[in-house]
């Protein structure tokens, strides 16, 4: 992206500007994808190593691909959890030369649908359903092309990032079809496959030798060391220009269900590829027609499309799946984590795919069950307790948003069960003893689930519960040291104290008086987000420790490229300040994202990065776990987010069109201000709106202007400590 001008021109990221994501085929929170697969970090696809700082290092010097694997990440970081499982190579080489990769031509993305051509000069296509996967090939004339299916495939080609099989088993069960698992992390991965290449030869491989007259292989034990790749081989001659169809069904249950799925959502015919694309195609277009925005630049509208497409990828849900409990249901994978996705992901959701957002609390509520905490992360591997260190307790707060809105038909006295004994589960023993706990974050964590535990304790008339949890979730004043207004001095994850003391908590009256007041605080806030401060020199490759303290040291607005940071522009609403927090949102939304490949500000984190840019741009950003929405000057002239009752609309007036660093502004341009608002015709002087409202539908008018007003400067948002009207 170029170089950020203005205020965004202040702030200092040392992660570096790409999403991680990757331009395979997908279906909206489907559990499959599928995409070129070159072992490079994150996803299998692209050209860089492991890059946690600064610029990224480059893995390779082109798009290359050694085939085309299944279940990628998108988004995430350094997870040490990459998939890419279920190798496809089509060949017109020796198996020999199986892990040999071919440069990249003429890519092709679209949402369910990835195409390249390989060097080979086979051009490779690729659509997915909810369960499936289907490949098409056609190739040049040759008298042996091939089709390989690489089994034991998995993990990317660095440092610690290749999984292995423990153990395996492939058939070959003649005309075209075949099957296997491979058990990776401790789950069984089945794939049943078909491919429609008539007069072709199958058979079994193992250490890049083909098994003559062989149907069957079965690995009782693989280690690292002992692993050599096998899988299945079809091959025959080829016209040029014909193509080979590979439908692939997956399951978490076996190779019957797998080929179920196949069966389900797959024709058996020639125009089985055209059929899922197109199915996948309309899911897609539903998906994201449920946000609507109108104006804009094309470069603003691009990003937008995108963000939205982003949000809809992950979680993934494997429906009648799980391979730890036997009984039906929804199950979901890749919450990659909760810290990533609950503060604006989870939200977005919730509002315009409930039933999606229901079954994944529904889902986690049986992780706990089966496992005995709700998870941080959540991957396809067994372990609700990976990802701690992140946070604590953070699916309290939607399930604490979920109740409030009554539409998400669980046990609740059940789900209080889980919610409560997950309070006193890792970090949480030590708050339960001391009321406070280090590293000081998770303070902050389990005082918020508390006070979201305690709004639904008291609403199923557990009074005597409500009133200790309660108690119990003012203890976040522990977490701060009342001399600098700051969180006290203690280890943070990814980041320091400055970008994690603006959260929004429950009581953020009681949390500013603790700051000195309204003064001190948003001067706090300019200190932090850089306002009258001078540009700084971004990290470049390889950056040196000392240039990275000296980044840190600023104790500066990463840009959205940390978690923490992404709520931290809305505080100034609690101070009376939204012209702040329409200025720092501006500089963000113009600077911070493109349309190229570099077009995100730091990780995608499966989404979350994404569902902040949806938020932000139709001028609303959910408070997680307080049922609650806060009003900020939109990018767009309006914007329609459909939601499961109705359609909420934010229209503007005064509307100015404004470009996004991409466009090539040769000045910062200057941000918009909301002079005024109605809602559905009546005034509305706060800037906030209970969730309630937005859920079930309306029209928000906002009159925006060039300059700050004095609209929303009296009434606060809630705070646990203030009564409304909330009046300074």
Known sequence: MPPARGLAATWWWPKPQVGNTHPGATSPLGMVSACAYSGAYPTGYGRYAKNTEGV????????????????QQSGTGAIRKYYNYVRVTPMVQPLDDLNESWPLHDEVAEAGYYAATLDTGIRCELTVGAKIAVHRYTFPEHSSARVVIDLSCGGLDIDLGRTVPVRAQAESMGQGRAQGTVVMEGVPLSVYLEVDSPGWRQMLWYDRRLIHGGTRLDFDSIRHTTLRPFGMLFMGPARAGQTVEVRLGFSLRGCEQARHNLERECAHDSSAFDTVRLRTRARWADHLGRVQVEGGTPARRTVFATSLYHALVKPCFADDESPFWPSPGPFAFDVCTMWDIYKTQLPLLAAIVPDRAADLLESLIRVAEEEGNFPIGYRMARGADRFFRQGSALVHTALADAHVLGRTALDWNWALVHMVGDLRRMYGEDFFEHGVV????????????????AKVARAL????????????????????DRDTGLLRDSEFYEGGKWNYSFRLLHDMAARIALAGGDKEFVDKLDRFFGFGARPVRQPGRCPHPVEMAAG??????????????MEAPWAYHYAGRPDRTAEVVHAALTWQFGTGPGGLPGNDD???????????????????????FLVNAPAFERAVLRTGEGEFVVETSG??????????????????????????????????????????????????????????????PPSLSETPPHRR
């Open 56 to 71: 990224p290092e480059e893995m390779f010097e082109r798009l290359q691909a050694s085939g085309f694997t299944h279940f």
């Open 438 to 453: 280090h590293p000081i974050t998770h303070t902050l964590d389990l005082a918020y689930a508390h006070h979201c535990t």
């Open 461 to 480: 008339g557990d009074r005597r519960l409500a009133d200790d949890l309660e108690r119990r979730g003012r203890q976040w004043t522990n977490a701060f």
């Open 552 to 565: 840190y040291a600023l104790n500066r607005f990463e840009g959205l490229n940390n978690e923490p940071d």
């Open 606 to 628: 499966s989404g979350g990065l994404s569902s902040w840019y949806v938020w932000a741009s139709i001028g609303l950003f959910p408070v997680a776990g307080q049922s609650l």
């Open 655 to 716: 509307h100015r069109e404004t470009p996004i660093g991409v466009d090539g502004p040769d000045h910062d341009p200057p941000p918009q201000y909301v002079q005024s608002a109605t809602l559905d015709g009546e005034p509305l002087h706060a800037t906030h709106l209970d969730a309630a409202t937005v859920h079930r539908g309306g029209v928000l008018r906002l009159r925006l202007g060039p300059e700050p007003s004095d609209w929303g400067r009296e009434i606060r």
